[in-house]
């Protein structure tokens, strides 16, 4: 029997998981049923109930909130929403018993991702945090690669992005205090990632800016131009949007991290950089060096050695004999071992989705427990406050001292507006 299954915040990203039952659906994994789209705004449920009935055939229930999915026997949720929402649904859900699948960041701060955790701690229901980008393929590979020693001892890892002028980064919310920001959005994505290829992150110094306090959207009223627009699933509200608005949220950060490999990270996340843009991730070892393609991009992993020797691609997955996709993502990527891929990014977006999607049936049916719990989830929110709260000090900060709330400066007030404490 399929589980019965509720997306619960029906904006850009609920639109975007929904491709990701169709295409879990296409690969012929069908666990999950939609039995409900639930959202605040009547609207926003709505569209995405009739984007579910055009590829299901079926329409599931539009509810206004947590409390109407008892009459239609949802089993999991799978929460969408904007961040500020994430704990009070998450332990509610968990508290009914219902399994939850969340998207990052599991909360606006590590307070409220404390009350996630204890409330996962308690329930007998699964707990999946929806991140992506260590579940493309090419990470996957990267991952198999360093532990495999290919570039000896990581001692280096960059991580640079500088891009976007004064454009609203896909929405309002964004660029506002009270939503944690731009830097939190992306940032939990690189501490998570960070994380993965070369394990824990200990330390975290960082200055931060607000370098555009007005924000402007292209895509404003009906004959908007194009505004930033992952996977295209933004344009309805991004018409909506007012055309430049008042930006409260830092939108730039340089920051250094060390982990407990002795490895030391060098961030670079500005969201307002104008003229050329930068991006690019790469680990440097005491043997080689290997630059990692963009997230989602399928592109070839490369590794050079001195005198120029270098391997890209395929060729690398000579050097890991023994590295397999797990076999739900080899069923949506259509091998069990890949150097590249080439998808248009919606349906390689959407396929990463449905690999989250298989994980959570598969450990509700009794498989593994997920990936990602609350732990990971909440040590990369407070690996990235970590950066966060040295900015606001202007000290080095410890990760321990976030996570167990001896740092929480520059997270107090959003603390106080949550009502959470840790
Ligand atoms: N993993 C990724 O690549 C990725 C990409 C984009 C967004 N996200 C994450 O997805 C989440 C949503 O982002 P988005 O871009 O879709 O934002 P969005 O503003 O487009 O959509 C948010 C939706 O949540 C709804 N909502 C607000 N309060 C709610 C509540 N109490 N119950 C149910 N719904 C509620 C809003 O009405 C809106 O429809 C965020 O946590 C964001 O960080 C992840």
Same mark, same amino acid.
């Given at each position: 029997?399929?589980?019965?299954?509720?997306?619960?915040?029906?904006?850009?990203?609920? +639109?975007?998981?929904?491709?990701?039952?169709? @295409?879990? $659906?296409?690969?012929?994994?069908?666990?999950?049923? !939609?039995?409900?789209?639930?959202?605040?705004? @009547?609207?926003?449920?709505?569209?995405?109930?009739?984007?579910?009935?055009?590829?299901?055939?079926?329409?599931?229930?539009?509810?206004?909130?947590?409390?109407? !999915?008892? /009459?239609?026997?949802?089993?999991?949720?799978?929460?969408?929403?904007?961040?500020?929402?994430?704990?009070?649904?998450?332990? @509610?859900?968990?508290?009914? =018993?219902?399994?939850?699948?969340?998207?990052?960041?599991?909360?606006?701060?590590?307070?409220?991702?404390r009350r996630i955790g204890d409330?996962?701690?308690?329930?007998?229901? #699964?707990?999946?945090?929806?991140?992506?980008?260590?579940?493309?393929?090419?990470?996957?590979?990267?991952?198999?690669?360093?532990?495999?020693?290919?570039?000896?001892?990581? $001692?280096?890892?960059?991580?640079?992005?500088?891009?976007?002028? /004064?454009?609203?980064?896909?929405?309002?919310?964004?660029?506002?205090?009270?939503?944690?920001?731009?830097?939190?959005?992306?940032?939990?994505?690189?501490?998570?990632?960070?994380?993965?290829?070369?394990?824990?992150?200990?330390?975290?110094?960082?200055?931060? $800016?607000?370098?555009?306090?007005?924000?402007?959207?292209?895509?404003?009223?009906?004959?908007?131009?194009?505004?930033?627009?992952?996977?295209?699933?933004?344009?309805?509200?991004?018409?909506?949007?007012?055309?430049?608005?008042?930006?409260?949220?830092?939108?730039?950060?340089?920051?250094?991290?060390?982990?407990?490999?002795?490895?030391? %990270?060098? #961030?670079?996340?500005? +969201?307002? =950089?104008?003229?050329?843009? !930068?991006?690019?991730?790469?680990?440097?070892?005491?043997? %080689?060096?290997?630059?990692?393609?963009?997230?989602?991009?399928?592109?070839?992993?490369?590794?050079?050695?001195? %005198?120029?020797? $270098?391997?890209?691609?395929?060729?690398?997955?000579?050097?890991?004999?023994?590295?397999?996709?797990?076999?739900?993502?080899?069923?949506?990527?259509?091998? @069990?071992?890949?150097?590249?891929? /080439?998808?248009?990014?919606?349906?390689?977006?959407?396929?990463?989705?449905?690999?989250?999607?298989?994980?959570?049936? /598969?450990?509700?049916?009794?498989?593994?427990?997920?990936?990602?719990?609350?732990?990971?989830?909440?040590?990369?929110v407070a690996s990235y406050y970590?950066?966060?709260?040295?900015?606001?000090?202007?000290?080095?900060?410890?990760?321990?001292?976030?996570?167990?709330?001896?740092?929480?400066?520059?997270?107090?007030?959003?603390?106080?507006? !949550?009502?959470?404490? #840790?």
């Amino acid at each position: 029997m399929a589980i019965r299954l509720a997306i619960v915040g029906c904006g850009g990203m609920g +639109h975007r998981h929904l491709r990701g039952l169709a @295409e879990l $659906r296409a690969a012929g994994i069908s666990a999950l049923e !939609l039995v409900a789209a639930c959202d605040p705004v @009547e609207a926003n449920a709505a569209s995405l109930a009739g984007h579910a009935e055009a590829a299901f055939g079926t329409r599931p229930a539009v509810a206004a909130g947590l409390g109407d !999915l008892h /009459d239609h026997g949802v089993q999991a949720i799978d929460i969408t929403s904007t961040p500020r929402t994430h704990h009070l649904l998450a332990v @509610e859900a968990l508290q009914r =018993g219902l399994h939850v699948l969340i998207e990052k960041p599991l909360a606006l701060t590590v307070a409220a991702c404390r009350r996630i955790g204890d409330a996962a701690a308690e329930s007998p229901a #699964i707990l999946s945090v929806a991140e992506n980008y260590r579940r493309d393929p090419m990470c996957r590979l990267a991952k198999a690669l360093l532990d495999s020693g290919v570039i000896g001892a990581p $001692r280096l890892v960059v991580q640079h992005g500088v891009g976007g002028g /004064d454009r609203m980064a896909i929405s309002m919310w964004r660029h506002r205090r009270e939503h944690g920001g731009i830097l939190l959005d992306v940032g939990v994505h690189f501490a998570d990632v960070l994380e993965y290829l070369l394990g824990r992150i200990d330390t975290a110094y960082a200055v931060t $800016r607000l370098h555009e306090p007005v924000r402007r959207n292209p895509a404003a009223g009906a004959g908007g131009g194009a505004a930033v627009d992952p996977a295209n699933a933004y344009a309805q509200w991004q018409r909506a949007t007012p055309a430049a608005f008042a930006a409260t949220a830092k939108d730039a950060l340089y920051g250094t991290l060390t982990f407990a490999s002795g490895a030391v %990270g060098n #961030i670079i996340q500005d +969201h307002a =950089g104008h003229g050329a843009g !930068l991006g690019g991730r790469a680990v440097f070892g005491s043997a %080689g060096s290997m630059t990692l393609p963009g997230d989602r991009s399928g592109g070839k992993i490369t590794v050079h050695y001195d %005198g120029g020797e $270098r391997l890209e691609g395929d060729a690398l997955l000579e050097r890991v004999p023994e590295f397999r996709l797990d076999a739900n993502t080899a069923a949506l990527f259509g091998a @069990e071992r890949l150097g590249r891929y /080439d998808h248009p990014f919606p349906v390689t977006d959407a396929k990463l989705l449905a690999v989250e999607y298989a994980e959570l049936a /598969d450990a509700i049916q009794g498989g593994a427990a997920p990936e990602i719990g609350a732990e990971q989830g909440m040590r990369a929110v407070a690996s990235y406050y970590a950066l966060l709260e040295s900015a606001a000090s202007g000290v080095p900060v410890r990760v321990p001292d976030v996570l167990d709330g001896r740092v929480d400066a520059c997270q107090r007030a959003l603390n106080d507006s !949550l009502e959470v404490t #840790i």
